[in-house]
C-alpha cells in the first residue's frame, strides 16, 4: 500500500509562483513513477508532469513546459511541482499519483492518489 499526501496549494496573483509538495510513504520500489494531474472545474483530470524516480527522468505536458519544474528528494521521499509564471488558466486541484510505468501520462496507470490541492490563480 502506498500512501501520499499532497500541499502546498493557495491563492496567487498571475506571473506569480507556487511549489506543491507530495510525500510519499508505505511501500515503493525504485522504479516508482510519481505524477502530477490537475483537474480544473468542469473539465477532466489533464496530466501535468511526471518523475521516475530513481533515474529522475522527467516530463511534461506541453502546456507547462518551460513553467513548471517536478523534482524529488529522495531521502525525503517527497516530489515537489515548482510552479513559475502562473496563469489563470492553471487555476485547478492538482493531484499527485503513483505508477510503475516511467512518464506514463494517463490517469489509469497511476493506482495511487493524493487527496488534491487547490491552485487558485487570479488576474
Known amino acids: 500500500q502506498v500512501q501520499l499526501v499532497d500541499s502546498g496549494g493557495g491563492l496567487v496573483q498571475a506571473g506569480g509562483s507556487l511549489r506543491l509538495s507530495c510525500a510519499v510513504s508505505g511501500r515503493t520500489f525504485s522504479t516508482v513513477n510519481v505524477g502530477w494531474f490537475r483537474q480544473a472545474p468542469g473539465k477532466d483530470r489533464e496530466f501535468v508532469a511526471a518523475?521516475?524516480?530513481?533515474?529522475?527522468?522527467?516530463y511534461y505536458a506541453d502546456s507547462i513546459k518551460g513553467r513548471f519544474t517536478i523534482s524529488s528528494d529522495n531521502a525525503k521521499k517527497t516530489v515537489y511541482l515548482q510552479m513559475n509564471s502562473l496563469k489563470p488558466e492553471d487555476t485547478a486541484v492538482y493531484y499527485c499519483?503513483?505508477?510503475?510505468?516511467?512518464?506514463?501520462?494517463?490517469?489509469?496507470?497511476?493506482?495511487?492518489w493524493g487527496q488534491g490541492t487547490q491552485v487558485t490563480v487570479s488576474q
Open positions: 518523475i521516475t524516480w530513481s533515474l529522475r527522468n522527467t
Open positions: 499519483a503513483v505508477g510503475w510505468l516511467s512518464g506514463a501520462r494517463t490517469q489509469s496507470e497511476y493506482p495511487y
